[in-house]
């Protein structure tokens, strides 16, 4: 049995186009194509076509939308984006939208063909730039590491009480150790967070 495609395209020579491709491919049935997203979605459920190819920006309500209402009417349907836009943004609001798959337009005939029939199949058919700022959308750079985790636990008792606004006699006091030593900690604790004065390690410390 013939894979059923439609289309959705405002360009109509593209449109045309793909249409032709798909029609004359073997193992392919180009069933309709529209050029809204509002002509598609009235449509679409009585074709029932099994992958949709789907433009993103499209006159009246754009493809991503158009996805996210066509699952809900078709969840077994597999809609494929093909666009022009490879920004990471456009990509996964299509994808959380429900698309299987994107492919960018000048993706050459056999691989779109191949593409298709990978969705059809249940793949998600993405060309390797597309698969690549996936990727890297998922490698973002470690979070850098808390400063405030090296200090020791009496230098973090100190910061805590600096954080409340108390000063170094009220600290030496509450804590039992001599005004010098409080002194020593202080010092201690800007070198090792980096900062010059009070408010920058108080900064530090309610940020950690």
Do not use: W
Request: with cysteine; hydrophobic share 40%.
């Amino acid at each position: 049995m013939p894979i059923t495609v439609c289309i959705v395209e405002d360009n109509e020579q593209l449109r045309g186009t793909l249409a032709r491709v798909i029609g004359r491919a073997e193992g392919f049935q180009c069933l309709s194509h529209y050029g809204s997203a509002e002509d598609a979605l009235k449509a679409l459920p009585e074709v029932r076509p099994e992958v949709v190819l789907m433009d993103i920006n499209l006159p009246g309500m754009n493809g991503v939308e158009c996805v996210r209402q066509l699952k809900q009417l078709l969840p077994q349907t597999q809609v494929m984006m093909l666009t022009v836009y490879e920004d990471t943004e456009n990509i996964f609001n299509a994808l959380a939208a429900g698309a299987s798959g994107y492919m960018l337009k000048r993706t050459p005939r056999d691989e779109l063909l191949n593409a298709i029939r990978e969705v059809h199949r249940g793949g998600s058919p993405m060309t390797t730039h597309i698969a690549r700022k996936v990727v890297q959308s998922f490698q973002k750079a470690p979070p850098a590491p808390d400063a405030t985790e090296n200090l020791s636990p009496r230098e973090a008792e100190v910061l805590d009480l600096l954080s409340q606004g108390l000063i170094y006699k009220e600290i030496s006091d509450k804590l039992g150790i001599s005004y010098e030593t409080v002194h020593t900690y202080i010092r201690r604790i800007y070198e090792k967070l980096q900062v010059r004065t009070r408010t920058e390690a108080v900064a530090k410390f309610l940020r950690r």
